[in-house]
């Protein structure tokens, strides 16, 4: 079969890898290089450079709103279109470009959490499962028809990192056995009264409010490590929090308070306590409270 894929970040890179195993990738679409480092070098995303790895023809349009962008795809031929964390709205001219239509490999089990954040909000929220949706992409918002499903559970100390990297290399097995069987899959429709959204990630998001509960805030640690993280701002510098473990608050501490005992640091939360696990200074690598504590005199 003919395709093109459409992707950028890691998390689509197992899919491709899968399908050009088996299909012949006729172009790759994907973000243009942006900026990055302190030099502003142009960055290639990961799918961009396994495709120029591979001889893949490479497309980064800004757009596919133009009608030269969609007569241009729609001349590859190609049989189908693939969808994993492209990035860019797709208008219905490119939706319908190819015979065999379009389909996302989408990090949720839809219905619940469409949209930019599922994997994030699925921890975040304290879902016991999360998984990959392969879907029919329309022109509404992950609200296509479903082809396959698969889970994965969310164990307690899960962080979006590790998440991702199972759903990736699930996403790739499913994308590959829907192809396998496609012209005998029938589309389920998704019920629109059980609709959640994964809204997309707000900086603002990742400061750490003490005033809630450290059940509530743990799993907001994990759904955000390693990126973006979250952090608090202490003697004026600011330190991310990456794993904590929630305790009774035996100390009373108020909301946002430090304490240590012995090379261990807690912090008060609205409701328990959160014991310090991970953590990283400005610039400097990931550390446990106990190397921090020996090296930073100012929590004592």
Not at 32 to 60: C, D, N, Y
Not at 135 to 164: C, N, S
Not at 195 to 224: H, M, Q, S
Request: charged share 25%.
């Amino acid at each position: 079969m003919k395709i093109i894929f459409m992707g950028t970040p890691e998390f689509a890179l197992p899919s491709l890898q899968a399908l050009a195993e088996k299909h012949e990738i006729v172009c790759v679409y994907t973000r243009a290089p942006k900026e990055a480092g302190r030099g502003h070098e142009l960055q290639k995303s990961p799918v961009h450079l396994w495709a120029e790895a591979h001889g893949i023809e490479v497309r980064t349009p800004k757009s596919l709103r133009q009608p030269e962008e969609q007569q241009k795809f729609a001349a590859l031929g190609a049989d189908i279109s693939i969808v994993a964390a492209y990035g860019l709205i797709l208008p219905k001219e490119i939706i319908t470009a190819c015979p065999k239509g379009c389909l996302n490999v989408h990090g949720s089990l839809l219905p619940r959490w469409r949209g930019a954040a599922p994997m994030q909000r699925a921890i975040e929220a304290g879902d016991a499962q999360t998984g990959i949706t392969i879907m029919q992409v329309v022109e509404a918002l992950d609200a296509g028809a479903m082809y396959k499903k698969g889970v994965i559970d969310i164990t307690p100390d899960m962080t979006v990192g590790v998440l991702h990297d199972q759903m990736a290399a699930l996403g790739a097995k499913l994308i590959v056995e829907v192809l396998d069987n496609l012209d005998n899959i029938v589309p389920e429709p998704q019920d629109e009264s059980l609709v959640t959204y994964a809204a997309k990630i707000d900086k603002e998001e990742c400061r750490l409010d003490f005033k809630a509960p450290a059940a509530e805030l743990e799993r907001k640690i994990r759904a955000f490590n390693p990126y973006p993280a979250t952090y608090f701002e202490y003697g004026g510098e600011r330190f991310k929090l990456l794993r904590c473990r929630v305790v009774p608050n035996q100390w009373a501490l108020a909301p946002g308070a430090l304490h240590q005992e012995g090379e261990r640091l807690f912090v008060g939360c609205k409701a328990d306590a959160l014991e310090v696990l991970e953590i990283q200074r400005q610039g400097k690598k990931v550390m446990g409270a106990a190397e921090l504590l020996r090296g930073f005199k100012k929590f004592v």
